[in-house]
């Protein structure tokens, strides 16, 4: 354990009754724009909060950060925590200790309660589900912990922030896209959603939802539940396949979903006459961008992982002792063939 971060753990601890004053929620946001931006760029709003900066060690400390991890079982999910462990690399103040809830929720409770009893100074978070792991972070916040929540929302408001893309406005986006590109004429979807409890699933289903709305003959003919896994998105494609003469797209909340969703098209003998998006586009050559590139994806979004963001924000917090923003807004893009392959190297893709 590293020196300072006990002295800094007190002096929050002595704090938490300053945090729960601060201003709770930020206002709403413009929702981010998805066709011209590039993946990475934040707005933020709102106000959260942190120790009193008379208090704060700054860089004479050193600490701990704990990151609470859903299920690195998923690609997107490990390369947020890559992001986290390459940033905060850079920082020599800071150690950080990474658990993997392997999408249990009471393990990931557990797992904040080990971080907790370790006397984590900070606590970066990626719920599994929303209802479950709620009450845990209210602990650690109004124990006077900074919280940051990443990619996957809680019920309600005790965090010190929130990072994350606009996952309605990326659904909307792809119904949209669908809608005015794939199916102009109208046609059938088959949609293969993402973890039921956890915020982006829903909203990636309603947003898509509300884009396909205004045009005519476009229907959704069959859901699964794949989990954001890819084998699960490839057993419920098949499944879905089986039951459905006509597909005319799938759109997967996630790019491994919809690369099963692809493999089982393929196996079937019915992927040329089926389109195909999903969302993460993560510049790695197993990722969706490439996909696109090698044509086994109509498009997909970019949904940056804000690991880097949030080891920006415990710096700010821990290092120097500044408030920040209650809500960060990270932006997407759109990929098709043709931007796929400019995006993955303005991304750093590696080959």
Not at 44 to 52: K, Y
Not at 201 to 217: N, P
Not at 281 to 289: D, E, K, M, Q, T
Request: with cysteine; net charge negative.
């Amino acid at each position: 354990m590293k020196r300072a971060h006990i002295l800094r753990r007190n002096v929050v601890l002595a704090a938490g009754a300053t945090l729960l004053l601060v201003a709770a929620c930020g206002t709403e946001s413009d929702a981010p724009g998805v066709g011209d931006t590039t993946g990475g760029t934040a707005t933020a709003t709102g106000s959260g909060a942190t120790a009193d900066a008379a208090a704060c060690a700054g860089a004479d400390g050193e600490y701990l950060i704990g990151m609470s991890q859903a299920n690195v079982a998923e690609p997107y999910r490990q390369q947020m925590d890559d992001d986290i462990r390459a940033a905060a690399s850079e920082i020599e103040e800071f150690e950080v200790v990474f658990a993997d809830a392997a999408q249990d929720n009471s393990k990931q409770v557990s797992d904040v309660e080990n971080f907790l009893a370790q006397g984590i100074d900070l606590l970066i978070i990626s719920p599994n589900e929303a209802a479950p792991l709620t009450a845990i972070v209210e602990r650690a916040y109004t124990d006077g912990i900074p919280v940051i929540v990443l990619d996957r929302k809680i019920e309600g408001d005790t965090y010190t922030q929130f990072i994350g893309a606009d996952n309605f406005e990326i659904g909307r986006a792809a119904g949209e896209y669908v809608a005015t590109e794939l199916l102009p004429d109208g046609g059938s979807v088959a949609e293969l959603r993402g973890l039921s409890g956890s915020t982006p699933a829903q909203e990636r289903a309603d947003g898509f939802r509300e884009g396909i709305a205004g045009a005519e003959g476009i229907e959704i003919i069959a859901e699964g539940t794949g989990d954001w896994l890819r084998e699960l998105g490839q057993s419920q494609a098949e499944a879905i396949l089986q039951a459905n003469d006509e597909i005319d797209v799938f759109y997967a909340h996630n790019d491994p979903m919809a690369e099963g969703a692809y493999l089982a098209a393929d196996a079937a003998g019915r992927a040329e006459d089926i389109q195909f998006i999903g969302i993460d586009a993560l510049p790695i050559p197993s990722g969706g961008i490439k996909a696109v590139e090698e044509g086994r994806l109509s498009a997909t979004f970019v949904y940056p992982t804000g690991g880097r963001e949030a080891v920006a924000t415990a710096e700010q917090i821990l290092i120097g002792c500044e408030d920040v923003e209650k809500e960060v807004t990270l932006e997407t893009q759109l990929i098709t063939p043709d931007n796929a392959t400019d995006v993955y190297a303005e991304l750093g893709g590696s080959r």
